[in-house]
T-cell receptor
Framework: DAGITQSPRHKVTETGTPVTLRCHQT?????MYWYRQDPGHGLRLIHY???????DKGEVSDGYSVSRSKTEDFLLTLESATSSQTSVYFC???????????FGNGTRLTVT | QQPVQSPQAVILREGEDAVINCSSS?????VHWYRQKHGEAPVFLMI?????EQMRHEKISASFNEKKQQSSLYLTASQLSYSGTYFC???????????????FGKGTKLSVKP
């Protein structure tokens, strides 16, 4: 692995509750990304970060927020989880915008 | 806007060849290819840059046609280990450079049978 850990690996939560997913890297890479993966949709970018406290929206950012207070940690928060946010969430890291992405093992989130 | 991958799925016998295409309606700066096995994370295979050469990873190669805004992944003499879902990720071109983020296609599921 490229030194990237996601937690938790699995989570079941109820509609309306807040949820935070964590991505931790030990590679000191500048860029960190959150993608969601759903059948028939592939990987879709939610938010990304290009440095501490520097974040921006991706294709499907509604209902999600992110924070990056340290280089190594990138948090994804669902303010009020909905069933449509049931998905597998992948974090990815990269030293820049051109090089390859290295993905974490994913978090499977189920919202009931 | 997601790039379009074709075919959506393909079944091969060991030793057969396959081609997976990735097409964009927007000008491309680069194309990445990833493979994902069931229950695992996507794994990087190769990057093709605008104006760059054809790339290779083991017996898998890829090309980038700038005129057609299309990349093709060639799997030669397929092995059982090639099974998985292949994703292309595209960086779009803005003002001669990259817009910065990868936008992935929906994937092509490849099954290699003995």
């Amino acid at each position: 692995d490229a030194g990237i850990t996601q937690s938790p690996r699995h989570k079941v939560t109820e509609t309306g509750t807040p949820v935070t997913l964590r991505c931790h890297q030990t590679e000191n890479h500048r860029y960190m990304y959150w993608y969601r993966q759903d059948p028939g949709h592939g990987l879709r970018l939610i938010h990304y970060s290009y440095g501490v406290k520097d974040t921006d929206k991706g294709e499907v950012s509604d209902g999600y927020s992110v924070s990056r207070s340290k280089t190594e940690d990138f948090l994804l928060t669902l303010e009020s989880a909905t069933s449509s946010q049931t998905s597998v969430y992948f974090c990815a890291i990269s030293p820049g915008t051109g090089p390859a992405l290295h993905f974490g093992n994913g978090t499977r989130l189920t919202v009931t | 806007q997601q790039p379009v991958q074709s075919p959506q799925a393909v079944i091969l016998r060991e030793g057969e060849d396959a081609v997976i295409n990735c097409s964009s309606s927007k000008a491309l700066y680069s194309v990445h290819w990833y493979r994902q096995k069931h229950g695992e994370a996507p794994v990087f295979l190769m990057i093709l840059l605008k104006g760059g050469e054809q790339m290779r990873h083991e017996k898998i190669s890829a090309s980038f046609n700038e005129k057609k805004q299309q990349s093709s992944l060639y799997l030669t003499a397929s092995q059982l280990s090639y099974s998985g879902t292949y994703f292309c990720g595209t960086e779009y071109q803005i003002d001669g450079g990259s817009q910065g983020n990868l936008i992935f296609g929906k994937g092509t599921k490849l099954s290699v049978k003995p």
